[in-house]
Nanobody, 121 residues
Framework: VQLQASGGGLVQAGDSLRLSCGAS????????MGWFRQAPGKEREFVAA????????YYADPVKGRFTISRVNAKNTAYLQMNSLKPEDTAVYYC???????????????WGQGTQVTVSS
């Protein structure tokens, strides 16, 4: 499956953004989807994950209550709604697909190219 993330940008603290991850190739609903982020000089970290049909979601503690992961299988798209953004959310955000849902990057088989999110204070 090929993934393409989009929707990043430069926003101010407190603003919202919605990232999208479009998929092509094999059946989108075959995969659990995850979002990760990587800030300069830091390791890639887990943000959120969603099961194949959206029934189960997981979030990293720093984003709980502010971010929402969702998916529309009919559109082959996953989303990450980010509210109340903080400067520490600044990073390149990646979407990824996995056969087994997990919160570590090594568990994902396919990756999008990343989209930059910059939050100014």
């Amino acid at each position: 499956v090929q993934l393409q993330a989009s929707g990043g940008g430069l926003v101010q603290a407190g603003d919202s953004l919605r990232l999208s991850c479009g998929a092509s190739g094999r059946t989108f609903s075959s995969y659990h989807m995850g979002w990760f982020r990587q800030a300069p000089g830091k390791e890639r970290e887990f943000v959120a994950a969603i099961s194949r049909y959206g029934g189960t979601t997981y979030y990293a503690d720093p984003v709980k209550g502010r971010f929402t992961i969702s998916r529309v299988n009919a559109k082959n798209t996953a989303y990450l709604q980010m509210n109340s953004l903080k400067p520490e959310d600044t990073a390149v955000y990646y979407c990824a697909a996995a056969n087994l849902i997990s919160d570590y990057p090594e568990g994902y088989d396919y990756w999008g190219q990343g989209t930059q999110v910059t939050v100014s204070s």
